[in-house]
């Protein structure tokens, strides 16, 4: 039974984490691609 | 050169975040529900669920990296940047089920073989296949973004999917010297046990394709970005 447990836990946590880690990436790009628009108008 | 930054992939891919985010929530409960519900094995018990997990993680594996080979392709006959990002995209999520199913894998085989690794031919394919993306993902890392590195990328991904045919028939390919079960059409799975696995399949893939979705968007906001930072430095050094 641990040898199951361990690997969906292993699944779901790498996928979660990997997910996570994507959408954290493409908040600081959407904030990185702002800040430099409102440079060029400035 | 069409390198547009907001192609009509990316905003498909943006579109389709939500509906795919969505139906994978509801999958992924239904698929903990079918697994937890089916039945023990005869001879493993509990031990054979990790199918649920393993196999499906191998097919979101395969699919990633067919359509690396189809972004490289689009892209060399095409020479739009929009394919070459989703070759890069593809590769990098392939890789990550095909190490989930390169880990769940031994844990499977200590269980039932008593040892994690046997060289067992799917086993050493599924490794190089592996290694093959692996090295397809540092070589996109370390070289400098261009049309040289794309269209070297490409063949590079074109002949790396030649090993996804050799792994799935490795298995037939050396008769009856595999230790690896047999491919499943093959193989009988046995009473309440294809529910589950069509379960599995279906939460893995769509979990493969709203990953992708978000990683192809990213690398649409990085093109982006890198534009308007070199237009930036070039209006500092003027």
Redo the contacts between chains.
């Keep these: 039974m641990s040898y199951v447990i361990a690997s969906y836990a292993i699944v779901l946590g790498s996928l979660i984490v990997y997910g996570i880690f994507l959408r954290r990436s493409r908040r600081l790009l959407r904030k990185a691609l702002k800040e430099g628009r409102n440079r060029d108008r400035s | 050169m069409n390198d547009r930054a907001d192609t009509s992939l990316e905003r498909m891919a943006r579109a389709a975040q939500g509906p795919a985010g969505a139906l994978l929530l509801l999958l992924t409960a239904v698929a903990g529900f079918v697994i937890v519900r089916a039945p023990a094995d005869v001879v493993q018990g509990?031990?054979y669920?990790?199918l649920f997990?393993?196999a499906p993680?191998a097919f979101a594996a395969y699919l990633g990296f067919l359509l690396t080979a189809v972004g490289g392709a689009l892209y060399l006959w095409r020479n739009d940047e929009q394919w070459d990002r989703l070759a890069v995209a593809s590769a990098e999520v392939g890789l990550?089920f095909c190490?989930?199913n390169i880990?769940?894998g031994p844990?499977?085989a200590?269980?039932a073989w008593g040892k994690p690794w046997v060289w067992d031919p799917r086993l050493v394919v599924t490794a190089l296949l592996w290694v093959t993306y692996l090295a397809y993902g540092l070589l996109r890392s370390f070289s400098e973004p261009g049309p040289r590195a794309a269209r070297f990328a490409a063949v590079y991904g074109i002949a790396g999917v030649l090993l996804i045919p050799l792994n799935y028939f490795a298995i037939d390919l050396f008769g009856g010297r595999a230790q690896h079960p047999e491919n499943l059409q093959r193989a009988s799975l046995g009473v309440g046990i294809a529910l589950p696995f069509l379960a599995g399949m279906l939460a893995m893939l769509v979990?493969f394709l709203?990953?992708l979705a978000?990683?192809l968007?990213?690398e649409g906001?990085?093109v982006?970005?890198d534009r308007?930072?070199h237009?930036?430095a070039l209006e500092d050094s003027a």
């Design positions: 509990v031990l669920k990790i997990v393993h993680a990550l190490t989930l880990v769940t844990i499977w200590k269980a979990a709203y990953l978000l990683r968007e990213i906001l990085r982006r970005r308007i930072d237009e930036n």
